[in-house]
């Protein structure tokens, strides 16, 4: 709990944040990396050079001080860190450097106004916050059963191009070991060392069902524009070939649709957001083939649209799917309930809103229009779950 003699100053700090939170974590990443350049093989370059990475640790600082007392609102937030820290090989020892620079930002920037009593509550609530996360962290290792960082060789066996812009990657272990255990909806990260000699790590959702001799991840080659162009999924995409060996973690991730219960389930995608949903409805396909499923996707075009095989072999052993497709160009077909433009609430089939549980993943700005669309129409939020790519913006908790 925090000290009553550093509330004050963690609460009057929201406004403060709110204004000069991006400049703050601006400045911390700056000089972080200045010190400690081998931290550029943890933290994500692209979202750094996009400024993404910035504006995620400004909303999660902003979250923590506004939700400091809302233990509820706070915690799947931790959870969601943790497995993506555990992903990432993160380690008690990275959270004092962290501290250090978060807490030398705070003061560069707000210069006379970060007095000693402010950095210090500041000091006292990032302490806080780190031993929460290092100790969930710790249990994830062991339950686990790994070290942090641990990879795993991978032999790609298959490549499939599953749109113009994904392909998915069929992968075995290259030592003949047992598969890790997953649920649906769980991502890998992969790692790769650049031309540049920086190794980066990305996380993929697995793309197919568990209990199976394989693992399956789907890349979306990202080719940059207002951008950078995504370095990792461009080397996948040029350089992997059948027979590769890619190093991949185990795989985690909080997002895990209800694969067990018979109760009906909703499933919201967009763009390569599809992928956690594929691994959930062909999971669905084989072990529940009569549960009452929605399936709901927007792409672009019929072009950018993947894992349609997967669908159209779901559809054959699901009675009770019912699947609808937006694209925003291209030829439709409402007999196929394929329609024009931009996935809409209201077109989609009705359900019992109260007891259903909705699962999201997809772009930023999809999720944040379904998200509120979904709350307005009365699903309860204790029955929206969604996936997010990238850094969290945590609109939800601000």
Not at 11 to 30: C, D, E, K, M, N
Not at 243 to 259: N, R, W, Y
Request: aromatic share 6%; net charge negative.
């Amino acid at each position: 709990m925090l000290s009553a003699a550093s509330r004050p100053y963690i609460a009057a700090s929201v406004p403060v944040l709110r204004a000069h939170g991006l400049a703050i974590t601006t400045t911390f990443y700056q000089a972080l990396f200045k010190s400690h350049p081998e931290l550029h093989n943890v933290f994500n370059a692209g979202n750094q050079a996009n400024g993404s990475q910035q504006q995620s640790l400004a909303s999660a600082v902003f979250a923590y001080a506004a939700n400091i007392d809302n233990a509820a609102a706070l915690t799947p937030v931790i959870t969601r860190i943790v497995h993506k820290h555990v992903s990432l090989g993160v380690t008690a020892a990275h959270y004092p450097i962290v501290g250090t620079h978060l807490l030398a930002a705070i003061k560069q920037v707000l210069g006379d106004a970060a007095t000693p009593e402010l950095l210090a509550a500041w000091a006292e609530a990032y302490g806080l916050l780190a031993q929460a996360l290092i100790d969930e962290e710790a249990k994830l290792y062991a339950q686990a059963g790994i070290e942090p960082g641990a990879l795993f060789a991978m032999r790609v066996i298959e490549i499939r191009n599953e749109s113009e812009q994904v392909k998915s990657f069929v992968l075995v272990p290259a030592d003949e070991t047992p598969l890790p255990g997953f649920k649906p909806g769980q991502y890998v990260s992969v790692a790769v060392t650049l031309p540049s000699g920086i190794r980066q790590l990305r996380q993929y959702s697995l793309s197919d069902a568990p209990d199976q001799a394989h693992l399956r991840i789907s890349v979306k080659r990202e080719t940059g524009g207002d951008t950078p162009a995504g370095a990792v999924s461009n080397w996948l995409h040029d350089n992997v070939q059948v027979g590769s060996t890619l190093q991949i973690s185990k795989p985690f991730g909080e997002f895990q649709p209800d694969t067990q219960s018979d109760a009906p389930i909703v499933l919201l995608s967009a763009g390569v957001g599809i992928t956690p949903m594929i691994a959930t409805l062909n999971c669905l396909a084989r072990t529940q083939p009569n549960r009452r499923v929605i399936f709901a996707h927007a792409a672009r075009h019929a072009g950018h649209h993947p894992h349609r095989h997967d669908v159209a072999q779901a559809q054959t052993r699901m009675p009770n799917l019912r699947v609808m497709t937006f694209y925003e160009e291209g030829e439709v077909d409402e007999a196929s309930e394929t329609l024009a433009g931009r996935m809409q609430l209201h077109q989609l089939p009705t359900w019992d809103k109260q007891n259903t549980n909705v699962y999201l993943c997809g772009p930023l700005p999809f999720m944040q229009t379904q998200w509120t669309d979904l709350l307005n129409s009365g699903v309860p939020l204790h029955r929206l779950h969604r996936e997010v790519f990238g850094p969290d913006l945590l609109d939800h908790l601000l």
